[in-house]
């Protein structure tokens, strides 16, 4: 069983998701500590819900991004976590943390990284017309949503898709995967070379998808 440290900021769904994949058994690690860069984040009152330990650090009370991440990773360090798991932490990560974790910080973005890194993501895909979207778990480094890739999952972009309904469905796919990359990391099958993170005893379906679906060449 890997120990976590969850790094939150807003409502903590994805949190959310990763406490109830642990309760179910589905997920073999546990929640030493959840922490919070905003005291009135709503993922805090799930993790007291749970009996998980919560802190609270503000980022004013640091004068620089390093200092805060030194007592980020002070903390983490006193649960004896073993992997950080950013769960919408609206911070960037310095290299404090990344030296302190080295490969042992994950983050989910919705979209399929490379494309659309940053913020409003679904209405970027929209705008730029892509049929298909989704999720991506990976490791985070120095870079902005640029480490590498672990996992990631595709949902079509609808023609009649808002940025609020392609969210949702995104949504729902990035509380099932986050739980199974933290699952590859427990049991440790991830082996990471360069860019490229390939999985042990791996099974993936090799069929394509299209979207729109041209029925009329089936």
């Avoid at 058994?25 to 007291?48: H, Q, T, Y």
């Avoid at 620089?64 to 073993?82: A, F, H, N, P, Q």
């Avoid at 895909?125 to 595709?154: M, N, R, W, Y």
């Amino acid at each position: 069983m890997i120990k976590t440290g969850v790094l939150v900021s807003g409502s903590g769904s994805n949190l959310q998701a990763i406490i109830d994949a642990i309760e179910a058994k589905r997920l073999d690690a546990s929640i030493s500590v959840v922490i919070s860069s905003n005291p009135k984040a709503f993922a805090l009152e799930r993790a007291k819900k749970h009996g998980i330990p919560t802190e609270v650090i503000l980022k004013d009370s640091f004068p620089s991004r390093e200092d805060y991440d030194r007592e980020v990773v002070r903390i983490l360090k006193s649960y004896g976590v073993e992997l950080v798991v950013l769960a919408g932490f609206m911070r960037l990560i310095s290299k404090v943390m990344l030296e302190a974790f080295p490969m042992r910080i994950l983050n989910i973005h919705p979209s399929l990284l490379p494309s659309f890194p940053g913020l409003e993501v679904q209405k970027k895909a929209i705008e730029h017309g892509v049929k298909f979207s989704g999720c991506t778990v990976h490791f985070v480094d120095e870079g902005l949503d640029s480490g590498p890739i672990i996992i990631q999952a595709v949902v079509p972009v609808l023609d009649d898709d808002t940025a609020e309904s392609l969210s949702k469905r995104i949504l729902a796919e990035e509380h099932r995967i986050y739980s199974q990359a933290i699952q590859l990391i427990s049991e440790g099958r991830l082996e990471v070379r360069g860019r490229r993170v390939t999985v042990k005893n791996n099974k993936v379906e090799t069929g394509a998808m299209e979207n729109p679906k041209a029925a009329i060449f089936d």
